[in-house]
């Protein structure tokens, strides 16, 4: 019983660590547009964007960090902190280029649109958003699953907070947005690698001493995490350039029932399966790396069936009462038959999508990136090309089989790789099969009471 309670308090704390930003992002959003007016939060809109963007693409490291945490034991503390203070230098030296080009675009493109301050605080901003989400994942991969989400909620909040205040008693105005964002950050940003140092720079109680990595070690370790990069760049690019497309060649006003859909469509992965994968992603890891394959194998299905339960019952309840669920999140609008529609064709797609978590774990173990970065970016490519050819078309429900599409693919591709790989075959085979019978049968009640029921 203390067992399970303990697992359930450390699920919910990543349940509130992982939405915590969306959270954050819903309430106080729209404080910032009234305060900072249409034009300045505009800029911070795009700011914001890049954030999420680029905190995706942090050359793979938190991926190779994280999986290098997950099977090491208190033993390999010294080789783990040094592979960490490299991508620190890794990422140092990329956003080091970064605030370069930035500088030449404020010098020969931006012009006086916005001031310095904004251009290379923004740049700062960035840089130590990714290196917190780098300890962030790290702690999570070490299973601090409460200590990691406790840092990262507090964090969230109080900039989210500081912000505000800053921008309604301080002045209303890009620069304040900024310097109270880098401010907050940096100090986010010292906790979360205090701790993590702290926990990784002793061996049998015995402090540490490491050499300082070298660019050539930095460049070795950014060349290892190459394939992620074009991984990470591929799943940005098919998950943001959407909009984009629909707005060029179909409608600006195409654009919001849209997106409206897919943000609602994305809750089975971002918010329901994130977290489950976060706690189940570090046990199997260092599981299979020490031989424990009956353990793993426990855990493989523990994974499976946590997954299924979080996002089967409330994706049948959004797809089935998706219009009330609608009318009540977005009030009266001519656009609510349009985001029902395309909540009906994207939700099934996402919903299996978030499945995908499983393969994932057990390529990221079998370190096949190599495939990953294939796989995703002739997905995105494929994806892209026909969701261009039918917004051209003005046929926004086609771009919504598409996607629907692309995230089933993907999640049915990954294990298809993972059970042709000897290292995870078993498990590949064994979790697919589960997750089968249970979406089928599923589907089929579902099915049978909505036949009922008309």
Request: charged share 10%; net charge positive; glycine share 6%.
């Amino acid at each position: 019983m203390n067992l399970r309670a303990s697992i359930v308090g450390k699920m919910l704390m990543l349940y509130v660590g992982r939405s915590s930003g969306l959270i954050v992002a819903f309430l106080f959003l729209p404080l910032y547009s009234r305060l900072l007016g249409s034009a300045q939060f505009g800029v911070v809109a795009v700011i914001l964007s890049l954030q999420a963007l680029l905190v995706m693409m942090d050359l793979g490291m938190s991926t190779l960090i994280g999986r290098e945490i997950s099977v090491s034991s208190a033993d390999d503390n010294g080789s783990i902190l040094g592979q960490l203070r490299t991508a620190e230098l890794s990422l140092s030296g990329f956003y080091a280029a970064l605030l370069l080009l930035a500088v030449a675009l404020k010098f020969f493109y931006i012009g006086n649109s916005a001031s310095w301050l904004v251009v290379i605080g923004a740049v700062v901003l960035f840089w130590l958003l990714v290196m917190q989400n780098l300890y962030y994942c790290s702690l999570i991969a070490r299973r601090s699953y409460t200590l990691g989400s406790a840092i990262q909620i507090v964090g969230v909040v109080f900039r989210a907070c500081v912000t505000a205040a800053a921008l309604y008693y301080v002045s209303a105005t890009l620069e304040t947005f900024i310097v109270t964002q880098l401010a907050v950050t940096a100090v986010h940003w010292w906790f979360s690698r205090l701790f993590i140092t702290n926990a990784l720079s002793s061996k049998n109680g015995v402090l540490l001493e490491l050499k300082r990595p070298t660019l050539k070690d930095a460049l070795a370790l950014t060349k290892m995490g190459g394939a992620l990069v074009l991984f990470s760049a591929a799943g940005a690019a098919v998950t943001q350039l959407d909009k984009p497309i629909i707005s060029m060649f179909a409608s600006a006003s195409s654009v919001a029932p849209y997106y409206l859909a897919s943000l609602l469509c994305m809750t089975p992965i971002s918010i329901l399966a994130g977290p489950v994968s976060q706690y189940f992603q570090p046990i199997f890891l260092r599981e299979t790396a020490r031989g424990e394959a009956g353990a793993a194998h426990k855990t493989v299905i523990r994974f499976a069936l946590s997954v299924f339960v979080v996002t089967a019952l409330p994706t049948f309840i959004l797809w089935w009462f998706r219009t009330p669920i609608i009318d009540l999140w977005v009030g009266t609008s001519d656009n609510n038959s349009l985001i029902a529609t395309y909540v009906a064709i994207l939700l099934p797609g996402l919903a299996i999508g978030a499945f995908g978590f499983i393969p994932y774990s057990l390529l990221i173990y079998s370190k096949d990136y190599r495939y990953q970065a294939l796989i995703s970016a002739s997905l995105t490519v494929i994806t892209l090309v026909l969701a261009t050819v039918a917004a051209v078309g003005r046929n926004i429900e086609a771009v919504c089989y598409i996607y629907s599409g692309y995230h089933t693919a993907s999640t049915v591709l990954s294990w298809i790789r993972a059970s042709r790989l000897p290292a995870v075959r078993p498990y590949a085979i064994r979790s697919a099969l589960l997750v089968l019978t249970l979406v089928l049968a599923s589907v089929s009640v579902f099915g049978s009471a909505l036949y009922i029921l008309s």
